[in-house]
């Protein structure tokens, strides 16, 4: 036995051994096939002997394999008990970007019933670039948003989970021409001059986001105003900009305007749970169980068919055309 078990590889090999089962034990430990069994190889070397024995149709345990598990099992229930001793130190720090948006919030809800123990807290700040940099900082534990639209130096360094693909709509007044329809087509915006955040160092990955929809459509990126904090002053600029709003679907309506999805294509951004690599806490691990379970039971990562998400997202999540 090497002398530091790593409890990375531990985990690994004790979900493959109660699930028998390499693709659900991956599906477990939110990783991918490739990586679990990379470390199960990696344990069995360090180890010098098998763990599994694996065929086509099934996967066993080896005497050692057998051998392994009560001591897998007493290791990292220290591992475990440390770290909940510490995580109930201090409270897991979540930006939810808006008291308005639902989808982390809605997460958040759902990971303290899981872990009734802990404190998680909510902040709300805008923009996931502004996450990313307190996330780097130590000042932040987690946060949502898109994730692809983060400079490469951002991303470094954290982690992310697809949570939804959330549908985008537009904010407009209620004297609009268009605000009497339930649902606006892309094409209805052609002249238009709408507001995505441009020059909000806070949010440039929408921003941008909005830049790669707009283009070829004939819509015009709104110049930027001065940063409004707070719900009541961002309504007041907005008013008296009287530009259309880029938004999500679930965006709370502001005064004096209604909020309509876009539709003819779908367009989608991608929302990501988003982390600081090396991130234990237990409140943590109860956030991405309830941010898988909600997506699973919401169908929010459905791909819809008339449906657009970027070209920048699909490369950066790895996803296939």
Known sequence: MPGDADPRLLRAFLAVAEELHFTRAAARRYVAQQALSRDIRRLERELGTDLFVRSTRRVTLTADGERLVP???????????????????????????SPGLRTGRRVLHRARELAPGH???????????????????????????????????????????LVRFEPMAIVLPLAHPLAPLEEVPL??????????????????????????LFEGRGIRM???????????????????????VLAVVDFPAM?????????????????????????VHAGFDALRRAATEIAKDEKWLRHLPDGWISAIDREILGMSD
Do not use: C
Not at 76 to 83: F, G, H, T, V
Not at 257 to 278: A, I, N
């Open 222 to 244: 709104a110049s930027p105003v001065p940063l409004a904090v707070g719900e009541e002053e961002f309504q007041r600029v907005m008013a008296r900009q009287g530009h259309p």
């Open 255 to 279: 005064t004096g305007t209604v909020v309509r999805p876009l539709v003819e294509p779908v367009p989608l951004s991608p929302v990501s749970l988003v982390w600081r690599k090396g991130l």
């Open 187 to 212: 094409a209805a915006l052609a002249g238009e001059t709408v507001y995505a955040g441009a020059g909000n160092q806070r949010t440039p990955e929408w921003t941008a986001l909005a830049r790669q």
């Open 119 to 161: 404190e998680l807290m909510a902040r709300y700040e805008s923009g996931l670039t502004y996450a990313a940099a307190e996330l780097h900082a130590g000042r932040l534990d987690a946060s949502f948003g898109r994730y692809a639209g983060l400079d490469p130096a951002l991303r470094a360094g954290l982690g992310q989970q």
């Open 71 to 97: 001591h897998a099992r007493r290791i990292l229930q220290a591992y475990d008990d440390l770290a909940a001793d510490f995580g109930r130190a201090r409270p897991l720090l979540v930006d939810l970007n």
